[in-house]
Every structure is written in structure tokens, then in C-alpha cells.
């Protein structure tokens, strides 16, 4: 028996198919079949929060994600959070920057070479390379980071306006590690430009961001995915975009300081999260083969969180239509 659709028409959410079946080359008989379709349209007034995490340039994807999601039609989000790069792109977010000027900046604008101190960065080739490696070594010995970060700080201090946390369009909040007391500590007033400079600070690369008897580095060393600063923020409604994936590498693909270092802190976010029980109604993963350190990638990592999200359009549609409801398992969903 072979079933033939003849016709197809739809009115709202009713849809009509015309139907021809064929048995063993008899003459068709033809029914024709109503059915209802749910469409899940995208509450323009719901209010959510939206948590990113870090990753270096793997961050880069979540620029992708912010505007894949704009496009959907998603309202904007009701507060944001963030970690390290996660605390940069939603730092910025929040501070009035439309996705729309998030993509044209780290596509068009954003060379991480052009924000660090050095003039060797902007070197290319071998001699490049040979006058980067000389610093790095002769900063390591003598500093407590390769870079100072002051170039990025003025960077961030013109993006932002220069806005206090009580001045973002959107609240917001980021995290960073106190050395000296070993705390996790909330930022949730003063600069905002300050708050993502101390949250990015990776040790070793960046110096930390002292300030008065506080020493701050990363956030990304206790928690890269701070779900539970929206959670303390009352938020239920929550969307976690995720670009760390932690896979088994090569031995030959961990080649110098850096790489040892982010992949040991890939080895401890790994076991952390297997410990973490807070997590989002709704993750979406944006990950890849690319390294940290890949800022090179923008335009492919921007393009991996934006397809990230369009093949997870079904079930960002569901969050965000107001009639999901709560499951006791969250859902995850994207690319990694």
C-alpha cells in the first residue's frame, strides 16, 4: 500500500492534507484529513535571564548566539550574568550594545593584538614570533602576567561609556577569584569595565586586577557557568549558552605555557561541573575544536553560535512561547 499527498493547505493552526492511497495498483480511493498544529510563538514579554560562560576566544560564539536569537525574535533578556569572556560580551550586552553592533565589532574591530601592550604583537612572521616569545619570557620573570591588561581596560572603559552597574540598560552581574582571601567574589556595583577586566584576568596571561587590598583573576576558576547568580537574582526562567567542551586531545596539540595552563583549567572546570548541581532549564553549546587562544577564528566562531541556535530553534521556540514548563531534567541542546 503506497499513501500519496495530493494536497496540502493550512489556516492558522488548522491544517488540511489530501491523501490518495493505492493498494497492490487498484484504484485510488482519496480521504481528505484534518489535524491541528501547535505553533509555539515567542512570548515578546517574557522576562528570563541569560547566563554565558567563559572560554576565551571560544567566547566569540556567544556574539553568534545573541544574535541568532535577536533574529528568532527573542525578547531581550532581564538580567545577565557572565564569566570571564562570557563577562565581556554580556558585560558589553548589558551596558546598551544591540547584537547587532556586538557582531560588527569583533568581526570588524576586535584584533586582540591591537589590545595588548607590546608593539611585538603587531609583528608579523618569524621575527614576530621571535620577539613575542623574547617578551613573554622576559614578563613572566619580571611581571606578574605576560600582558598588564591596561590597553584592554581602556578598551572596555570606551565600549561601556564608562557605566556603573546602576547604570546598565540591563542588570547585570560577573564573578571573579580574590587570590588573597581565595573567594569568589560577585560584582554587582562600581565600573562595570573593571568587573569584566577582573573577571578575564587568566592567570599568568593577564595580570591580576588589584584593587586596594583585593587581588582579582578569573571567574572562570570556581564557577564558568554562574546559573546560580540568576537563580539568586529570582530568575527561573533561565538560558545558559556554553562553549566549553572538554574531549581528549592529542599530547602534540599541548605545546606551550598557555596550553597547559588553559587545558589544566579545562581538567579542573570538567571535574567542578560534574560536582555542580545548579543548572539551567535550557543550555545551548556552541563548541568546536578551536583553542582559547584562537582569536584568529572570529568570523567561524560567531557562525558556530549562530548555528548553534538555529538548529535548537525548537526548543529555544518551547522556552520562550510561556507555556514550557518546569521539567524536573533540564534540557540541553546545540553543537558540541
Known sequence: MFLYIETYSSYKNIACINVSVNRNGKKKKKFRKKFIIVFMKINPNLKWALVLSGGGAKGLAHVGIINALAALGVPGPSFIAGTSMGAIVGGLYACGMSPKDLRRFALEEFDINNYLDGFVYRINGPAGKLFRAGQIIGNLATRSGIDSGQ????????????????????PFRCNAVDLTGGEEVIFDSGSVARAMRASMAFPAFFEPLVDGPHCYVDG?????????????????????????????????????????????????LRLMQKREREKAPLTIHASDASSPFDFDRRKELIELGERAVYESEGAIRTFFSGKFFFRRRERECGIS
Do not use: C
Open 151 to 170: 590597553r584592554i581596560i581602556e578598551l572596555f572603559e570606551r565600549l561601556t561609556g564608562g557605566k556603573r552597574f546602576d547604570q546598565t540598560s540591563v
Open 220 to 268: 572562570g576558576l570556581v564557577h564558568n557557568l554562574p546559573v546560580f547568580m540568576a537563580r539568586n537574582a529570582g530568575f527561573r526562567r533561565i538560558l545558559a549558552a556554553d562553549v566549553v567542551n572538554f574531549n581528549s586531545i592529542a599530547s602534540n596539540s599541548i605545546k606551550t605555557v598557555p596550553d597547559i595552563l588553559y587545558r589544566s583549567l579545562d581538567v579542573a
